[in-house]
Every structure is written in structure tokens, then in C-alpha cells.
């Protein structure tokens, strides 16, 4: 930026923040075109309903067709969509914040990995204590569990007087590197069809979820999401650096020990809700950067794109594919060539 | 610091350069010897004296000792050199990548050239049906290849011209686009799948000499235009502004920083499956046998890369006999947790 003039401050009775009216604008944007993705979600499908009459029902005043459609039908799909692209955004905003490295996401903390070998195991291995496991708690939740043990893992092996975001990241990196050989091997081993299964449920996909799974994560979302939340207003000193942080008042430890807990168990409710879907939380962040033009990953914003893009990217799939994929891969097949975008179009600009 | 002027040591003469010399030696001692040792070890062990016939012995002179030769030419010497050969390249261009990019956590993969590589191999097989490994090698370097190319030219675009940052995320756009296309393919095509399961897994074995030559000749090319950057990594590495003060034609530096990785991860890539992990894992611990500056860290590294490579290859054949357990899969279930411990117990401060 080549302005140095200052934005400036507000302050309401305690509380105090810098007015950035782009910042706010494109936030509303943001939040606007995510509802109007979710509604569309809802709007499509093998029977259509004006987008009117999903608005007028999402607000309790629809037709009582209409509402059997969307609220048992449509709805847990795109509540788990939005819900999912939210904590995943928002954890990849922490991850890359704390970590100051924007390559940085929960996908290398371990929970993806952890969930994918353990679905892995249980839908390669047939018989024995992986029949057991899948017949008793269900694959979702076993991988979840999984996912959890592992990211847990990772924060306590990183753990040494506080959490460093270096030896986070790159104790994050080794386990999920001992989780996915573990993948690739059981993998390598396995019968072709199963294969095949275990491929499709490590990409993610939103099908066919329940009003019971969809609660638990839209419920652990809000909770988490009120802790970073009430956290965040630390977080920006320490984009500074530890001292700088400890001198403005900021107990960096126990923030950053709070909000990389919190990136783990949103991560580990996007798995629960969709299954391991990737580049989500490394691309929202980045991109939202990008957009609201702020120099650190903005958390409201980025949670904003996540969810966009998951639910954008699940409307595609179901719509305008002619095979069916899951909606990982559109994910990661539209995410990627827009950041990729907003580079080159940043690079072209400071050109001029 | 004090203003008393010190006489500049003459090159070779201080201890740090003379343990710098040692740790090489004793690294190409160690590699020697895993060398050796991965020539006897395999399914049928053989003792020093038939690995000797089997390298110099005359075939047909009886049963045993055509076996013994027929093993060890056609299967434990390719799989030996090539373990070293991409251990090298990978070792090397993972500490290029660290530099390039000014990233920690930069890996081999991050130019997009694994993605590309796995590409390419399912949709070749998609489209052509080719089944054995050896005919999508060529493929696997070309996808690699292009999708370097096609990061490069795109973080270069404009004046902003490939800044680290730049480089590194349009290397990750670029990576998650073709791993989704990839999974596409995979998921619609039961052969594509089939294939990108075992060559995802990474292995040294059963590539021949008319692959592994090629190779080589790509990774020798790499490797000449890495070792002429080394003292330029140095500079880059305070910043754009003082290197180009001192006389770095950045743009230049970058582009070939960027080609030397491209052949170097390509080729590797292309002839034993992406090998994740051990680009980053080897330039971590060699920055702390070293310290940072990069004409040790980036030998030292390259060195590492192939005593890890051929360690772990032959850990592999070991473990699971009769079966094998592929090298890829080996390098990441040993070395990560030999790498986490270390990263724990703060041996990686100044990364």
C-alpha cells in the first residue's frame, strides 16, 4: 500500500476497534453471497422451489410441501455445507495466524491424516476388531475419533513450555506424514474395491447427512466459535511477535494454546460433518486475505469464503457435472485456480 | 561486537570447516557402506564374497553363480543406484525449495510437481491404457515438468515477479487443482486408481537401467545448476533488496533455482513415485549438522537424502518378508518420528 494515511479509530464505551470500511463491506458481501449460495443449495434439486419460497420458509412462513422438502430433505445438507466451510475457514485463519506461514493449515496438524488412516483401516481391513468398530460407532465417528486422537496427539508432542507455531507445524507435518503412509500402505495392500470406497470417503463429500450429525457440528461449531471469538481480540498484537505481544498485555502463551486447541476441534467437527475435505481451510484464508485486502488472514471473513466455497462447489457438483464427484474435489478444483488468480492479478496490478 | 579487526582465517583452517569436512566424509563413508550392505540384503541374503562374484563373477559357469549375478545386476544394483540417485535429487532440491521460497515448510512437492507427475500418470492410463510403470515413467517427468513451468510462468507474471510468497502459494493453487483433477480421474477409472496406488506409494524397485539413465542425466543437469546457485541462496536469503545491492540478477537466480528443482524433484519423481517428506525431513536436520549457510546445508542435505533413501529402501525389504514394504512408505514411518523428536527436543531453533 502506497497511502500511509492512518484508518481511523472508533471507540464505543469499552470497546474499540479500527473502522475499515472496505474491510466491513466485503464481509457483508461475503456474508450476503454465502446466504444466497445456501438458499440456492436449497432451491435446486429433482424438484424445484423458487428461491422466494425458501426464503419465506427458512423464515417459518413457507407452504407445508415446501417445508417437508427443504427442512427434512435439503436442509442438512446445506447447513452441513455452511457449517463445515465456516470451521474449516476459520481454522485455517487461526493455523496460518499463529503459525505466521501461509502454507500452514489443520490439514497439516494431523486431523485429516488421523481420520483418513483410520478410515483407511476400517473400510480396507474387513473382519476382526475394524467389523467391530464400524458396526458399533460407525465409520464417520471412528475416523473422527481419529482424527481428534491425532490432532491431540500433535498439540501435546508439540507441547514444551507453551506451543512454538514452528514446532507445531512441523511435529504436525511428521505425523501426518506417519498417517498417510499408513494410508498409502493399507491402501497398497488392500483389495481394488475397497479402494475405491476408501478414495471416495477420504476426498470428503456432504451426502446424504442426517438432522443428528448435522447438530452436533453446527452446535460444537457456535461453541468453539464463541471461544475464538472471545480470544480473538489478542490475536492481532500477536501478529507482532512474542515480545512485542507480551508488551501490549497479550498472555501469548495461553491465547495461542486456546486458539490452535479451538483450530483443532473445528477441524475435527468439519470431519465429523463431511469427512476429510482438503485445501478448504489453506485456501479460505488466503483468499479472503485477498479480498478484504488485509495483511493477516481475517477470521470472519475467511470462515465467510470456506463456507461459500464448500457450498458453491457442492451446488456445481450436483448441478453442472455431468459425473458425480464429491465435493472435495470441486472444492479443490475451484479453490485452487482462484487463488491462484488472486496472485497473478495482485502481481499484475503492482505492475502498472 | 567490538571495533578490533580480525584477521579473516584462511579457508580450511577453522574448526567449524573442518567438522564440516569430516561430517561429509563420514556421510559418504556411511553411504558407501549402506551401498554395500543394500546389494546383500533382500529376500535372499548374499554374503560379501557372492555379491562379489555377482558383480564381477562370469555368468554360466554354474547354476548358483548365474543366479547370484542375475540378482544382483538386474535387481539389487538398479534399485541401489536409483535409491541413491533420487535421494540426492530429492534431498537437494528439498533444501533448494527451503531456500527459494524462505519457507520452513516448503516441500519437494510444492512447485507442483508431484501433482503434476500423478496427473499425468492417471490420465495417460485413462486415456491410452497403459499398464506397466515403465511406459508412463516419461509421462510422470513431463506432467512434473509443466506443471513447474506453468507455476513458475505464473508467479512470475507482472512486476511482482515470483516474490517467495508468490511462488510458494501459486505453487499450492496450482498443486490442489491437478491432486483434484487427479482424484477425478482416479475416482471415475478403476485401472487409473489401481495405478496411482502403487505409484503414489513411492518405490526404488523394479525400474531398469534404460529409466534410471535418463533419469540421471536429467538430476546430473539439476544438480550442476544447483551447485553454481549455492552462494547466490545465501544472498537471496537477506532479502531482495540486499541481494540485489550485492549484485544478485534476481529474476536470473530465481529462474534457475526453479529449474534445477523442477529437474531435480521431476526426474526423481518420475522414477520411484512422489517420496514425500524426505526433502523436507533431510534439509532440517542438515541445517542443524551445518548451520545455515547454504553451500554446506544444500551437499549436506543432498547427501543425507540418498543415505536415508537407501536405508529406508532397505529397511523396507526387511521387515515384511517375504514381501516388501515400499521405500516412500518406509522414509515417512521411520524418519517422522525421528524428525519429530527431533523438532521436539528444539534441535531446529534458527529454521
Redesign the interface.
Known amino acids: 500500500m502506497s497511502e500511509t494515511k492512518m484508518a481511523p479509530g472508533v471507540r464505543l464505551g469499552r470497546a474499540s476497534f479500527v473502522w475499515r470500511p472496505w474491510m466491513v463491506l466485503v464481509t457483508l458481501l461475503l456474508a450476503g453471497a454465502a446466504f444466497l449460495v445456501f438458499c440456492l443449495s436449497i432451491a435446486v434439486g429433482d424438484f424445484p422451489i423458487g428461491l422466494p419460497q425458501v426464503i419465506a420458509t427458512l423464515f417459518g412462513r413457507g407452504e407445508r410441501v415446501d417445508e417437508f422438502v427443504i427442512m427434512d430433505l435439503r436442509m442438512p445438507r446445506a447447513l452441513a455445507g455452511l457449517v463445515v466451510g465456516v470451521a474449516l475457514g476459520v481454522s485455517g485463519a487461526i493455523t496460518q495466524s499463529i503459525a505466521r506461514n501461509a502454507l500452514a493449515s489443520p490439514d497439516v496438524l494431523g486431523i485429516t491424516g488421523g481420520a483418513g488412516a483410520v478410515a483407511a483401516f476400517l473400510v480396507t481391513v474387513s473382519g476382526g476388531a475394524a467389523a467391530v468398530i464400524t458396526n458399533s460407532v460407525g465409520l464417520p465417528a471412528a475416523a473422527l475419533a481419529g482424527g481428534l486422537g491425532t490432532g491431540l496427539l500433535v498439540y501435546f508432542l508439540a507441547w514444551r513450555r507453551g506451543i512454538d507455531g514452528l514446532r507445531l507445524i512441523l511435529i504436525g507435518i511428521s505425523v501426518s506424514a506417519v498417517m498417510e503412509a499408513i494410508t498409502v500402505w493399507l491402501l497398497v495392500t488392500a483389495d481394488i474395491r475397497d479402494v475405491a470406497r476408501a478414495q471416495a470417503w477420504l476426498v470428503g463429500s456432504l451426502d446424504s447427512r442426517s438432522w443428528g450429525e448435522v447438530w452436533i457440528a453446527l452446535w460444537g461449531t457456535l461453541a468453539l466459535m464463541a471461544v475464538v471469538g472471545y480470544v480473538s481480540f489478542q490475536l492481532r498484537p500477536m501478529h507482532f511477535g512474542d515480545d512485542i505481544a507480551a508488551g501490549l498485555g497479550v498472555r501469548y502463551s495461553m491465547v495461542r494454546a486456546v486458539l490452535l486447541l479451538s483450530a483443532v476441534l473445528l477441524a475435527g467437527v468439519a470431519v465429523s460433518a463431511a469427512g476429510p475435505v482438503p485445501f478448504v481451510a489453506l485456501v479460505a484464508p488466503q483468499v479472503a486475505m485477498r479480498l478484504v485486502r488485509y495483511p493477516t488472514p481475517p477470521l470472519v471473513a475467511s470462515g465467510l469464503v470456506g463456507a461459500l466455497l464448500l457450498i458453491g462447489s457442492d451446488l456445481v457438483a450436483r448441478t453442472a457435472l455431468p459425473i458425480t464427484l464429491p465435493v472435495g474435489v470441486v472444492t479443490a478444483a475451484i479453490g485452487g485456480p482462484f487463488l491462484v488468480y488472486l496472485l497473478v492479478r495482485a502481481n499484475l496490478k503492482r505492475g502498472m | 561486537m567490538g571495533t578490533t579487526v580480525e584477521k579473516r582465517p584462511a579457508p580450511g583452517a577453522t574448526a567449524a570447516h573442518r567438522r564440516r569436512v569430516a561430517g561429509a566424509g563420514a556421510l559418504v563413508a556411511g553411504l558407501v557402506l549402506a551401498a554395500a550392505l543394500s546389494l546383500a540384503v533382500g529376500a535372499r541374503a548374499l554374503s560379501p564374497t557372492e555379491v562379489w562374484q555377482g558383480l564381477f563373477g562370469e555368468p554360466g559357469a554354474d547354476q548358483r553363480l548365474t543366479e547370484i549375478t542375475l540378482i544382483v545386476q538386474t535387481v539389487r544394483v538398479p534399485r541401489t543406484v536409483l535409491a541413491v540417485v533420487a535421494g540426492i535429487a530429492l534431498g537437494i532440491s528439498g533444501a533448494l525449495i527451503q531456500g527459494f521460497t524462505r ?4 516441500d519437494t512437492g ?1 512447485l507442483g510437481v508431484n501433482a503434476g507427475a500423478s496427473f499425468a500418470v492417471v490420465t495417460m492410463i485413462l486415456l491410452f491404457g497403459l499398464a506397466s510403470p515403465f511406459q508412463y515413467v516419461w509421462f510422470a517427468f513431463l506432467g512434473a515438468a509443466v506443471a513447474g513451468v506453468i507455476v513458475f510462468g ?2 512470475s ?5 515470483g516474490s517467495p ?2 511462488l ?3 505453487g ?10 487427479t ?2 480421474v ?3 477409472d ?1 485401472a487409473s ?2 495405478a496411482l ?2 505409484w ?2 513411492g518405490s526404488v524397485a523394479g525400474v531398469g537401467f534404460d529409466t534410471i539413465w535418463p533419469a540421471t542425466v536429467f538430476i546430473a543437469i539439476g544438480l550442476a545448476l544447483a551447485l553454481i546457485m549455492l552462494p547466490t541462496i545465501n544472498l537471496l536469503n537477506l532479502g531482495d533488496d540486499v541481494a540485489r545491492g550485492l549484485g544478485v540478477k534476481i529474476g536470473l537466480s530465481r529462474t534457475s533455482g526453479v529449474v534445477a528443482i523442477t529437474l531435480l524433484a521431476g526426474a526423481a519423481t518420475a522414477a520411484c513415485g512422489p517420496i ?2 524426505l526433502g ?2 533431510v534439509t ?1 536436520v542438515a541445517r542443524y549438522l551445518t548451520g545455515p549457510d547454504y553451500r554446506w546445508l544444500v551437499p549436506y542435505a543432498g547427501l543425507l537424502g540418498a543415505l536415508v533413501l537407501l536405508v529406508c529402501d532397505i529397511v523396507g525389504r526387511v521387515v515384511t518378508r517375504p514381501g516388501e ?2 521405500a ?6 521411520a ?3 525421528f ?2 523428536v527431533l ?2 527436543r ?1 534441535k ?1 531453533r534458527n ?1
Open positions: 519457507n520452513p515448510i516448503a510444492l505464473l508467479a507474471l507482472g512486476r511482482g515477479a510468497l508468490t510458494a502459494l501459486t499450492q493453487g496450482v498443486t490442489v487443482f491437478l491432486a483434484a483433477m482424484t477425478a482416479a475416482l471415475s478403476k486408481l489401481n496406488r502403487f503414489k506409494a514425500a517428506f523436507l525431513m532440517h514394504l515400499q516412500g512408505v518406509v522414509v515417512a514411518l524418519g517422522a518420528p524428525f519429530a523438532v521436539w528444539g531446529f529454521a
